[in-house]
């Protein structure tokens, strides 16, 4: 209750936070979705100077999730949850990457699988959008990142929806 409490203050009062407070609301949610997307490993969170048109980006090498310094300071709550959600769900591609590598070749037909191949064909050759924005955003693991983030955000909504009406 405490955590919910606390969440939903930080909610509401987004942008009177500053970027420490963000960085451990933000952190909060960061080990749910470790949790809710089975991580079996940690995610760090940091915050720096990133280039022009990224928003956050994550680092498979050290498990680190890094958000823009001015997108955490002047986006919206929305729009930072975005941004997380969507660096957590490209942690879980790596990780059905791993899983697909580890399973015996008679598994690996499965519909859980059924993105892995061009997960594992973008990482190795990512376009990271300098070249030509529809490279990027017309990558399988882009498109279903920003999938899981939508509807991320969308049930984060709703909670605080529903957590709010019952305080009322």
């Known amino acids: 209750f405490f955590i919910r409490g606390w969440l939903l203050s930080a909610y509401d009062d987004w942008s009177n936070l500053n970027t420490q407070e963000k960085l451990d609301v933000l952190g909060v949610v960061l080990n749910i979705e470790i949790r809710y997307l089975g991580l079996n490993h940690e995610l760090y969170l940091k915050s720096s100077a990133l ?67 061009d997960y594992i064909e973008e990482f190795s050759d990512y376009s990271d959008g300098k070249d030509s924005i529809g490279d990027y955003y017309f990558q399988t693991v882009e498109i279903a990142a920003r999938k899981y983030a939508a509807q991320a955000v969308d049930e984060y909504y709703e909670l605080i929806e529903e957590y709010t009406a019952d305080d009322k």
Do not use: G
């Open 51 to 117: 280039d022009t048109n990224t928003a956050a980006h994550y680092n498979h090498n050290n498990h680190e999730v890094v958000i823009d310094i001015n997108h955490l300071q002047s986006a919206s709550a929305e729009e930072i949850l975005d941004s997380l959600c969507h660096e957590c769900y490209h942690s879980y591609q790596y990780q059905m990457i791993a899983l697909y590598n580890e399973s015996p070749e008679k598994y690996r037909d499965m519909l859980l699988f059924q993105y892995v191949d």
